[in-house]
């Protein structure tokens, strides 16, 4: 799609990877790329894919991406026309949307209306019953307390998941099994909701012990045109994030996807939608049923496998959409071929419960070959802040079929090279090589309930340095074929180490198990605590990790403050046993 000249130039309101990626899609079409940018992202990779970069200060994403003044003032000042708002971060602010339009500017996004009515869960779900399309069994009103949550739960059976109205992508739900967790999980998802989406409001539906997450994308222009390109399948989730994608769904029956393609594009034209955006629904195998969760009214992390299946650019469409240009194309002119598969390449540390791990990327080198696409968010060199998603990039197959593309994408996890921080690589190894996933017969909470990351150990350097000697060099040097290869010695914890929270050094000392914000300290000095009492938690990329107690005993020292900065490894607080 040829983007007419009613804007030349887009600011993208947005870092990392999906910053790349739509600066790349602009380049395509000629139009000038703007960046913005913090101030760790200031040598980021998107900065330097830029045409022009503004710098927006701060550090904290409130005080940078989150700030819609700076962001419209980076607009006027770099001259752009138009502002994409990628996905996460302000891609489904309505008030940012009419903001931009009020500026003057082009918004690369859905109507604002569109935005708020699906933005809102309520009100989602009451929009798509008026359609006709069936939403997962719940509430349509915000919970007001726990004895809501557990009437609920006695009326429709346990577990309740409680999830925030004003947002997705995982944050701010907590799974509830029985009614003595109701108000603990439900204060838990407020603030959670309140940290990620400004508002901690929630509401309640039933929760489906193996159900599969299948999720459709639209595509719709201003002149009434709209279509489905299939539907993706992101049933490998850990603790509510995605972790692989791929299209088509396996094992789905016939009738239940034409169902859910239907109800997708239902549900579009209801909220009066117009540009790309995706329709999230549940699909349990065990009663045949299949609901609609949410609308994402924007771009999705998993865009580029339904690319790579039916030939579409979706960034590339936005943009013409945006520039009032039709589709160009019918439904019945979409065609799909082969299988495709997305693996998230994140900055955690699987050994450690996939605790983010933040730090400068020594070596990068990205996989390739035959089928093989990577979206990048970094290179060799590049820092990883703890502000923000720590994703990497995205490694994207293509196969003539789903046997093909598995193997692919093993082979490409293979070929993928990192040093200096620990990644996800290992554990979306594990998953593609498991029997379940093979058959296809895995569902959303199956990792947790697998033995399939059992014994992913973490990996430790020897010497003091990230992954080098205690004098910052690599241990030794190898010479292949006339070139020098850096060597670093790693010794493995036991596995039974890996993920806790609560472990300590000599003298009682608990420490922080990963880089983020202190956001809740539960104790004081002098306090008594069992072994397992929450001491405190820990907030980083909108996640909470709590720190417990590894034994009882009486807190003799507490080290930081709520609200500062911890980093990895950082006393919290002192235990004395006894």
């Not at 089928?371 to 196969?399: E, N, T």
Request: charged share 25%; aromatic share 6%.
């Amino acid at each position: 799609m040829t983007v007419p000249r009613q804007f030349r130039s887009v600011l993208v309101a947005n870092r990392g990877e999906i910053a790349v990626r739509v600066l790349r899609a602009c380049r395509e079409q000629g139009l000038t790329g703007v960046a913005v940018y913090s101030d760790p992202d200031a040598g980021a990779l998107h900065v330097r894919e830029a045409d022009r970069a503004v710098g927006i200060g701060g550090d904290r994403v409130s005080d940078s991406y989150l700030d819609a003044g700076k962001l419209l003032a980076a607009a006027r000042e770099s001259g752009a026309e138009a502002v994409h708002p990628g996905y996460g971060l302000l891609s489904e602010n309505a008030a940012f949307a009419r903001a931009v339009e009020d500026a003057g500017l082009v918004w690369i996004g859905p109507p604002a209306d569109a935005i708020e009515q699906m933005g809102d869960k309520l009100a989602a779900r009451r929009a798509v019953l008026a359609a006709g399309v069936e939403p997962v069994p719940g509430t349509t009103e915000p919970v007001r307390d726990a004895a809501e949550v557990i009437a609920f739960g006695e009326a429709h059976g346990w577990p309740v998941a409680i999830k925030a109205a004003a947002g997705g992508g995982g944050r701010g739900i907590r799974v509830v099994h029985a009614p003595g967790e109701a108000a603990a999980a439900l204060a838990a998802a407020s603030r959670e909701a309140e940290a990620a989406f400004g508002s901690g409001a929630c509401y309640l539906e039933r929760f489906f012990e193996r159900p599969r997450h299948v999720e459709v994308q639209v595509l719709a222009d201003a002149h009434g045109g709209i279509v489905q390109l299939g539907e993706r399948d992101c049933s490998v989730q850990r603790r509510h994030q995605k972790l692989i994608e791929e299209t088509p769904s396996p094992g789905l029956p016939a009738e239940i996807r034409e169902r859910l393609l239907s109800s997708a594009v239902a549900v579009a034209k209801a909220c009066g939608y117009v540009g790309a955006g995706t329709v999230e629904l549940l699909w349990d195998p065990a009663t045949g049923g299949a609901w609609f969760l949410e609308m994402n009214t924007r771009l999705q992390v998993e865009h580029p496998i339904t690319e790579a299946v039916t030939g579409v650019d979706l960034v590339a469409a936005q943009l013409g959409v945006a520039a009032g240009e039709p589709l160009g194309f019918t439904q019945e002119q979409v065609r799909r071929c082969g299988h495709a598969i997305e693996c998230r390449i994140n900055a955690e540390d699987p050994g450690r419960g996939f605790l983010p791990s933040p730090g400068t990327i020594e070596r990068l080198r990205w996989p390739g070959g035959p089928g093989v696409r990577v979206d990048p968010g970094y290179q060799s060199g590049d820092a990883v802040p703890p502000f923000y998603d720590d994703l990497l990039g995205k490694v994207i197959v293509w196969g003539r079929d789903r046997d093909q593309a598995i193997e692919r994408m093993l082979a490409a996890l293979d070929d993928l090279e990192v040093d200096g921080v620990p990644t996800t690589a290992p554990a979306l190894r594990r998953v593609l090589a498991s029997d379940a996933f093979r058959a296809g017969g895995h569902w959303t909470t199956w990792l947790e309930e697998s033995s399939v990351l059992e014994e992913l150990a973490p990996a430790e350097p020897t010497g003091l340095g990230a992954g080098a000697g205690a004098d910052g060099r690599p241990d030794f040097t190898v010479t292949v074929e006339g070139r020098a290869y850096p060597v670093r010695l790693y010794r493995h914890r036991p596995s039974s180490m890996a993920g806790r929270s609560g472990a300590t050094t000599a003298a009682g000392r608990v420490p922080s198990p990963l880089a983020g914000t202190l956001s809740r300290l539960e104790v004081a000095v002098g306090d008594r605590v069992d072994e397992g009492a929450l001491l405190a938690v820990v907030e980083a990329m909108k996640m909470e990790t709590p720190v417990r107690a590894p034994f009882s005993g009486t807190v003799i020292e507490v080290a930081c403050s709520v609200g500062g900065p911890v980093a990895a490894g950082e006393t919290i607080v002192r235990l004395e046993g006894g």
